[in-house]
């Protein structure tokens, strides 16, 4: 996706981009370091998931990563549709 177009997305300006990402590449870096801090602990804060076979393994934190966003975005949306809580 090119920059203009994701800015244009995201209601920004391509300066307003650049502030934050010095290019497409950073961005991404970025993405996948905050994936990888946001994800690793729900792997590793339930040690069941190891007694597991790999197919359950990952089906299991694929399914634990979906819980934690589906409740991240219930909080998002509380907080944006009520901003008083």
Do not use: C
Request: glycine share 4%; charged share 30%.
């Amino acid at each position: 996706m090119k920059i203009e177009r994701l800015a244009k997305a995201l209601g920004i300006s391509r300066r307003g981009f650049y502030w934050h990402f010095k290019n497409r590449q950073d961005l991404l870096e970025g993405i996948l370091d905050y994936w990888v801090r946001a994800y690793t602990g729900v792997v590793s804060d339930n040690p069941d998931v190891k007694k597991f076979d790999p197919k359950k393994r990952l089906l299991t934190v694929m399914d634990m990563i979906r819980d934690k966003n589906e409740l991240s975005l219930s909080t998002l949306w509380t907080t944006s549709t009520n901003p008083q809580n």
